[in-house]
C-alpha cells in the first residue's frame, strides 16, 4: 500500500516556527493557487490550522495570524476537485459541539464529502478564558466533545448526547454530511493524546515526534487498541522533515531533507515502514512560485517512489 501524503497549507497560519519570509505579504490569491497545485499533484490532504485569537506573550513565536480553519476549508473547497480537507487541528473545546457540528456538517456537504475532521485539546489559555471554555480539564471535554461530534455528525437529524459537559436531543440539523461517516484523526503526542487516538479516532495527528520516536508511539497505539477491542480503519499519521527537492542554491537549513526525488522518496519510505499511512510534508521556500514548483516536483517524480 502507498504511502499518502498531504499538506498543512503555509499563509494560513504564520508561526515563526516554521513560516517563510514570503509568507507575510501573501494573502487569498495565493492560497487559492497553492490549493490548486497541490489537488493537481495528487495529494490526499490539504490542511488548516484553528486559533482564534493570540495573547500579547505568545505573539512573537505564533504570530497573530491563524485563518479561521472552516471559512478557510470552504473557500479551497471550491476551487478544488478530489483532494480532501482536515482540520489540523480544530479546538474543539472552545465551541459548542452542535455549533462544530453545524460548520462541519455543511463544509462536508458542500465539499462533496471531503472533511477529514482533525481535533485536539489546545494549549492557549487565555484563548479558553476569553470564550469562557474550561482550560483546565480540556482534556476531559475533549474527550466528551468527541463522543458528542460522533452523534452530530451521524446521519441522525435529531442527534442525540447526555454528558457530564453536554446535553442535547430533540435538536435537528440538516444539512448532514455527505458522508456516512466523517473521519476524526485525534491530534498530540502526550500520553493522553495518543491514548485518546487510539480509543476514540479514526487515525492519529502526531504533534512535533522526530522519527527516532514514532515506533514506540505508534506500538502503543496498537496495543490500546487491541486491548480495547478497537476495529475498523485507522490512520497513523507523521510529520516529516522539512523538504527541498533537487539541489538548492540556498541555505534550506541542516534539518531539511533535500536531493534527488529518489533519494528524498527512499528517505520517506522508511515511515512506512514504521507502520506510517500518511505523512505530512512542508517544502522550504522563498516564494509563491518556487512552492508551487517544489509541490509539482513532489507529486510528479517522488510520490511514485513512496510505493
Known sequence: MSLAYGIQLPVQAQSALFAEAWEAAAGGEDLVAL?????????????????????????????????????????????????????????????????????????????????????????????????????????????????????????QEFPEHHGKFYDFGGLGQRPRPAQAHVPLWVGGSSPAAVRRAALKGDGWLPQGDPRERLPAQIARLRRLREQAGAEGPFTVGAIAEPLYVGRAGWDVGRRTLTGAPQEIAESLRAYRAMGVDQIQVRFRSRSRAELIEQIGLFGAEVAPGLD
Open 35 to 155: 490549493a490548486r497545485a497541490v489537488d493537481a499533484a495528487g495529494f490526499d490532504y490539504l490542511a488548516a490550522c484553528d486559533h482564534v485569537a493570540v495573547p500579547h506573550r505568545l505573539a512573537p513565536a505564533m504570530s497573530t495570524v491563524w485563518y479561521d480553519p472552516v471559512a478557510t476549508l470552504a473557500h479551497l473547497a471550491a476551487v478544488t476537485e478530489r483532494v480532501r480537507l482536515l482540520s489540523h487541528v480544530a479546538v474543539v473545546g472552545l465551541r459548542h459541539p452542535l455549533l462544530t457540528a453545524k460548520q462541519y456538517a455543511t463544509l462536508d456537504h458542500l465539499s462533496g464529502g471531503r472533511l477529514v475532521l482533525g481535533v485536539g485539546a489546545g494549549h492557549v489559555r487565555e484563548e479558553f478564558e476569553v470564550l469562557g471554555a474550561d482550560f483546565e480539564r480540556r482534556g476531559a471535554v475533549l474527550d466528551e466533545v468527541i463522543d458528542a461530534l460522533r452523534a452530530a455528525l451521524g446521519p
